[in-house]
């Protein structure tokens, strides 16, 4: 068990360009969220997946933001044409039912 | 709906003090509570959760949080504190819904410990 693993650690990218960002959970974990997280906040919900499906996705994911989870494994997180308020921390985490989450060091995002 | 209020955003305690991070909730069910400590650059850590059963839950590095029902409450407590407790400590509720579900975060309490 290697814990949750994300990346890349960190993304510097040009306003307007697409930016994907890829999660490797706990192999035995069968849900897989997303957060985001800006400076001096706690973590804001993204999306979940229970194994491959999409059960809950927060308004703060507009359309530019989109998730997947192929085959209940590892989850990818695509943001298209990047604003600057997109530069935050993107966190990944994995749990089993009722287990509490296990966080992934995070993608940090600057979007320039 | 679910949220969390941290009280203090900022935290000062001497090493070998005790510290106390306070947490209360707002749930329309019954909750599972969570504290996570967050070092710089990384991703956040379970401290200790509350599921069921018994209110004072202990959890790694000393650290233990008492579930009060009656005054909404979840609190980190440490009775002794040491220099590498100096970190941003996140309180969070999830549904008691059977199965885990989404966590709800607060704004975070950052502790420094002084010598």
């Known amino acids: 068990d290697t814990g949750v693993s994300q990346d890349p650690r960190h993304k510097i990218t040009k306003r307007g360009q697409n930016v994907t960002f890829r999660c490797d959970p706990i192999s035995e974990h069968n849900r897989l969220y997303w957060y985001r997280q800006t400076l001096g906040q706690g973590p804001e919900f993204l999306t979940y997946f229970q194994n491959e499906a999409q059960l809950e996705k927060s308004r703060l994911l507009s359309d530019r933001f989109s998730a997947e989870r192929p085959k209940g494994s590892f989850s990818t997180l695509e943001i298209q044409r990047t604003e600057q308020g997109d530069s935050a921390m993107y966190l990944c985490?994995?749990?089993?039912?009722?287990?509490?989450?296990?966080f992934g060091s995070g993608t940090r995002l600057t979007v320039v | 709906a679910q949220s969390v209020t941290q009280l203090g955003s900022h935290v000062s305690v001497s090493e070998g003090a005790l510290v106390l991070l306070r947490c209360n909730y707002s749930?329309?069910?019954?909750?599972?509570l969570f504290w996570y400590v967050q070092y710089p650059n990384q991703g956040l850590q379970l401290l200790l959760k509350?599921?069921?059963?018994?209110?004072l839950v202990k959890g790694i590095n000393g650290f233990e949080a008492e579930f009060k029902k009656s005054e909404t409450s979840f609190h980190l407590t440490k009775p002794s504190a040491h220099m590498s407790d100096a970190a941003e400590y996140f309180c969070a509720v999830s549904a008691n819904t059977g199965t885990a579900s989404k966590l709800t975060f607060g704004t975070g309490t950052r502790l420094q410990v002084t010598l």
């Open positions: 985490a994995s749990s089993l039912l009722g287990a509490g989450e296990a």
């Open positions: 509350y599921t069921t059963g018994a209110t």
């Open positions: 749930s329309s069910v019954p909750p599972y």
